[in-house]
């Protein structure tokens, strides 16, 4: 009964204005909600339906063990790590033949030397022997 006494005329435009305005940006807000609220069910509703005829793959899938064995990187093959450990031996014996032989040769150059050395020394006492 306090509204129907109410007199229209003594309420300033501006508040009536203002009063519009808002109530239309009211509207317009829950529309958008709305409007937001049923594009997000009906997403859903799409996902969940396309849900049950497609899965998502994964690859390669953790759940299956591969049949088919790959060759490890050379660094951990270890047939690879025995071939270069032979091909390191022989190179080694290699080098310790050559080793052998230098020292042999070496001996017998050492030999040669004393030898023509010891004549030298020998050719020296006989001058000196002349000399005096």
């Known amino acids: 009964m306090m509204f129907a006494q109410a007199d229209l005329g003594s309420v300033p ?11 239309v940006a009211m509207l317009v807000l829950v ?12 997403y859903f509703q799409s996902r969940r339906a396309e849900g049950a005829t497609t899965k998502t793959q994964i ?3 953790p759940l299956e063990v591969d049949a088919t ?4 990187p050379k660094r951990f093959n270890k047939d690879f790590e025995d071939l270069r450990h ?4 022989r190179r080694l014996s290699l080098h310790d033949l050559e080793l052998e032989r230098l020292r042999a040769a070496d001996t017998v150059i050492r030999a ?10 020998h050719a020296l006492g ?7």
Do not use: H
């Open 13 to 23: 435009a501006n508040f009536i204005k203002d009063l519009i305005i808002f109530g």
């Open 86 to 89: 032979t091909e390191i031996d």
């Open 126 to 132: 006989r001058i000196e022997g002349k000399m005096q």
């Open 59 to 61: 690859f390669p899938s």
């Open 112 to 121: 040669e030397v004393a030898s023509k050395f010891d004549a030298i020394s």
């Open 69 to 72: 064995v790959k060759s490890a």
């Open 31 to 42: 529309a958008f909600l709305v409007s937001a609220l049923f594009a997000g069910l009906q």
